[in-house]
């Protein structure tokens, strides 16, 4: 009822603006005339109603149950099935191998060639038969494990398989958990509680509304199947253990399942308190002769290097090396190919065979393998294993930041403000319109330079905040008052803010006598309210974007990528929104002086400048720089343009998985193997300073 009675006030002071805004700038009979000024007070009045109604409005809560709640666990159900089961499970190297290769299945086939043990908290062990499935193991276990292995064992497979079969049940069961697949390596970025975690993962990667994700999370109706617990920086893993074990302590109902390497897990101080562990053991030499011989022609080529090199044994152990080999081999022995240890031949030897089997008449063999060690090299130094297109920043050219596309973003913005502002006001009122794009142009720049700006830099470290900044929640009334201050007392900003509105109020205003001063006076204080006010706000937008993080949609579109997307539809419904109130106010004192259409022209003059500023600020910038670094990356041929063609490549060449917007690659291994083959020696662009030092001048 009380969304209904909002949304009626909302209609009213909507329909009353209309109303105010026709009586101010209309013609009135004259015996009206005298009056004409009550409506210009009234109209801010009215201005202000709506608003506060609109901001009530935003704040109710969203509905979380019935058909939303029912719709989102449908979207949310289709999405895992599609990023996680039919891309990276069903498209996993194992499969791939046995297609390409023209594997003939027969009925003595398991799904995969591993085996399975379980081990109880309590103690006894088992191992898992070839008719008991992995969804059954894990009833066994009261729905709580941890899956352990070797690098390459199929742990993230196994758990795959898993979500697989407890997403059939939860379609087929409404009272069922949602199960979920995320990756623990980006929790090291902001070390939050797991819950918080959890949630803002489901908005990110999954977009389902932030109210949705939390209300689910704390009900307990998200099962988080989480991998990757050995790709959490060292010195951050005893911690994120410790988040797991808290949020399993305090939802003791919820199921969980938890991936890690056994190495790295053994090296914890205290092990994760679940129910049981799932150990995926080595391949066995018989397990493997059998595997091999079931192929029967098909590894015929990898039998032949076998035969021919011994060494080659140790790595058939682990499934991921097993297939690896099988497809690098697939046209029996050769040359070894590349420099440095078995391993890394082996996995040259993999790109070398990939690239000759499925080559694209875009990319050469050798700009395919460039551009891939610079998206693994860069995705391992931001602990990244999704990679999204919001991830490529000026620092990836090796000429940054000695030609650094932020500054031109930011010169081409100032002077495209200061250009349309200056058509505008000569169109609007004359010279002084005129002057005033010049000033407009030259606060752009300063409010660019000094006051709070998100440089692409910046915005691609998105996931590298402050933890703080996760439980960070804006009162849009103080936040913009603390700015306010802030930005006038900005030595550079302030002094020329006054003195180039001065000047431009003095200009308008020096032959019109007293009347003239006044005008004068009421031009230069207008503008320059307007102006702090809208860096204000910019500030707080900032703050607020920054908290709010990606907003989870996939466009294909590269340019702007999802982030930027996300900010320019906010900026477009609070640029002109800001803009109205700051020319209505502005229009007000300047009406004073001289006439209401005096008043209307110059508010239109300040709703232009305000408005282009905001959206500069916010959105635009940042989407000019993006064009400039893809284009400067594109010249240098460090990455291609459009990227994605590129991206889907890889992922026929099964170096890369399409994971929703994102893409990983097929191994945490093949990643760290591009990423060593970044040229030795070569210098690195220097770093972008850490982003608590960037963003925390406002905290």
């Given at each position: ?108 086939d398991r799904r995969y060639p591993w085996t399975l043990r379980a081990s109880h908290r309590d103690g006894y062990p088992d191992a898992l038969d070839d008719e008991t499935s992995i969804a059954a193991l894990f009833g066994q276990l009261d729905h709580a494990v941890v899956i352990l292995g070797a690098p ?439 009406a004073w002086p001289r006439s209401g259409a005096d008043g209307v022209r110059y508010g239109l003059l300040v709703w232009t400048s305000v408005t282009l500023y905001v959206l500069t600020a916010i959105a635009l910038g940042p989407i000019v720089e993006q064009w400039l670094v893809r284009r400067r990356l ?66």
């Amino acid at each position: 009822m009380r969304r209904v009675i909002t949304v009626v006030l909302s209609v009213v002071c909507g329909a009353l603006l209309a109303v105010v805004t026709n009586v101010a700038t209309g013609v009135l009979p004259a015996r009206l005339s005298p009056y004409l000024w009550i409506a210009w007070p009234l109209l801010p009045v009215v201005v202000v109603a709506l608003a506060a109604v609109e901001t009530r409005r935003a704040r109710e809560p969203a509905p979380v149950g019935g058909g939303p709640a029912a719709r989102a666990r449908r979207v949310l159900l289709d999405r895992v099935r599609r990023y996680w089961i039919t891309s990276v499970l069903d498209r996993s190297l194992h499969r791939e191998a046995r297609l390409q290769l023209g594997f003939t299945a027969s009925t003595e086939d398991r799904r995969y060639p591993w085996t399975l043990r379980a081990s109880h908290r309590d103690g006894y062990p088992d191992a898992l038969d070839d008719e008991t499935s992995i969804a059954a193991l894990f009833g066994q276990l009261d729905h709580a494990v941890v899956i352990l292995g070797a690098p390459g064992a199929g742990k993230t497979t196994t758990l795959l398989e898993l979500a697989r079969e407890l997403l059939d049940d939860a379609e087929a069961d409404r009272d069922a958990p949602v199960p979920v697949v995320l990756n623990l390596s980006s929790w090291a970025t902001r070390r939050q509680p797991l819950t918080q975690w959890l949630a803002e993962q489901l908005t990110e990667r999954y977009g389902i509304p932030s109210r949705q994700a939390t209300a689910w999370v704390e009900a307990g109706e998200i099962l988080p199947l989480l991998d990757g617990l050995d790709e959490v920086v060292a010195a951050s893993r005893d911690e994120c253990v410790a988040a797991i074990a808290t949020f399993h302590a305090r939802q003791p109902l919820t199921p969980i399942a938890v991936c890690c390497r056994d190495t790295e897990y053994q090296q914890l101080r205290t092990g994760l308190p679940l129910y049981g562990t799932v150990t995926i053991q080595p391949l066995t030499r018989p397990q493997i002769e059998r595997h091999l011989d079931r192929a029967g022609p098909a590894l015929a080529g990898l039998r032949a290097v076998l035969a021919a090199d011994q060494e080659l044994w140790e790595f058939t152990g682990s499934p991921l090396l097993l297939s690896i080999m099988a497809l690098a081999y697939a046209d029996g022995p050769a040359p070894q190919a590349g420099t440095g240890s078995r391993r890394d031949r082996l996995f040259a030897r993999y790109a070398e065979t990939m690239l000759r089997h499925r080559p694209h008449p875009a990319y050469s063999p050798e700009q395919t393998t460039r551009y891939l060690y610079l998206l693994g090299d860069r995705m391992r130094e931001r602990q990244q294993s999704i990679f999204v297109l919001d991830l490529v920043a000026p620092d990836w050219s090796e000429n940054w930041p000695l030609k650094d596309d932020d500054l031109r973003s930011r010169a081409a913005s100032s002077i495209t403000v200061g250009l349309l502002t200056g058509l505008c006001g000569a169109a609007l009122i004359g010279w002084p319109g005129a002057a005033a794009g010049l000033l407009a142009a030259a606060l752009t720049a300063l409010g660019l330079a000094f006051a709070e700006y998100d440089s692409l830099n910046l915005i691609a470290r998105w996931g590298q905040r402050p933890e703080d900044y996760g439980a960070f929640r804006t009162n849009w009334l103080t936040a913009t008052a603390e700015a306010f201050t802030e930005v006038s007392y900005e030595p550079v900003v302030g002094w020329s803010l006054v003195a180039g509105t001065l000047v431009v109020g003095t200009g308008s205003g020096l032959a019109g006598g007293w009347v003239g001063l006044l005008t004068g006076l009421a031009y230069w204080l207008g503008l320059a309210l307007a102006t702090l006010l809208a860096m204000s706000v910019t500030s707080v937008l900032a703050l607020h974007l920054y908290r709010l993080g990606p907003s989870g949609d996939a466009p294909r579109r590269e340019i702007p990528s999802p982030v930027l997307r996300g900010r320019l539809r906010l900026a477009l419904r609070a640029a002109p929104a800001l803009g109205v109130i700051t020319g209505t106010a502005a229009g007000l004192l300047v009406a004073w002086p001289r006439s209401g259409a005096d008043g209307v022209r110059y508010g239109l003059l300040v709703w232009t400048s305000v408005t282009l500023y905001v959206l500069t600020a916010i959105a635009l910038g940042p989407i000019v720089e993006q064009w400039l670094v893809r284009r400067r990356l594109a010249r240098e041929d460090a990455l291609p343009r459009p990227l994605r063609p590129f991206l889907d490549h890889a992922v026929q060449c099964l170096f890369l998985r399409d994971v929703g917007d994102g893409y990983i690659f097929v191994h945490r291994e093949l990643l760290e193997f591009f990423a060593d083959r970044v040229t030795a020696g070569k210098p690195r662009p220097r770093r972008p300073p850490p982003v608590d030092s960037i963003v925390l001048k406002d905290g």
